[in-house]
């Protein structure tokens, strides 16, 4: 099983196996929820599937249950972000954060295991 970490500070992805979550991230996830009719949950699940303009891609969507093999990581107020074991595989040392600015605002996702990324971000080469 991956470690698991939350942060005060973005930072660089980590190399240790870490998924790292922000403080900043998780009120955009309970507004994510939220605004997804969601608001009974307290749980997003990140995912990978095959996709996108570069092969794979980032999955965001609300979940109500877990499934055998799910990496948790606990935040605040009881919100979850869960990962499938296979995912997983394909998101160590990731760094899950959230931007908001002028000219974006969004999740931003930092993974050490991506080759390449699209320009928008939401998909990436392993």
């Given at each position: 099983?991956?470690?698991?970490?939350?942060?005060?500070?973005?930072?660089?992805?980590?190399?240790?196996?870490?998924?790292?979550?922000?403080?900043?991230?998780w009120p955009a996830i309970r507004?994510?929820?939220?605004?997804?009719?969601?608001?009974?949950?307290?749980?997003?699940?990140?995912?990978?599937?095959?996709?996108?303009?570069?092969?794979?891609?980032?999955?965001?969507?609300?979940?109500?249950?877990?499934?055998?093999?799910?990496?948790?990581?606990?935040?605040?107020?009881?919100?979850?972000?869960?990962?499938?074991?296979?995912?997983?595989?394909?998101?160590?040392?990731?760094?899950?954060?959230?931007?908001?600015?002028?000219?974006?605002?969004?999740?931003?996702?930092?993974?050490?295991?991506?080759?390449?990324?699209?320009?928008?971000?939401?998909?990436?080469?392993?």
């Amino acid at each position: 099983m991956s470690r698991l970490a939350i942060i005060d500070q973005p930072m660089a992805a980590s190399g240790d196996g870490t998924l790292r979550v922000t403080h900043a991230a998780w009120p955009a996830i309970r507004k994510f929820l939220d605004q997804n009719g969601a608001k009974e949950s307290n749980t997003l699940r990140l995912g990978v599937r095959g996709g996108g303009c570069s092969g794979l891609e980032y999955v965001l969507k609300p979940e109500t249950t877990d499934k055998a093999g799910d990496v948790v990581v606990e935040g605040p107020d009881g919100l979850r972000l869960v990962v499938d074991g296979k995912s997983i595989l394909f998101l160590q040392g990731t760094l899950f954060d959230y931007k908001a600015g002028l000219m974006e605002s969004g999740f931003k996702i930092v993974n050490p295991q991506a080759k390449s990324t699209c320009s928008c971000g939401s998909s990436f080469s392993a």
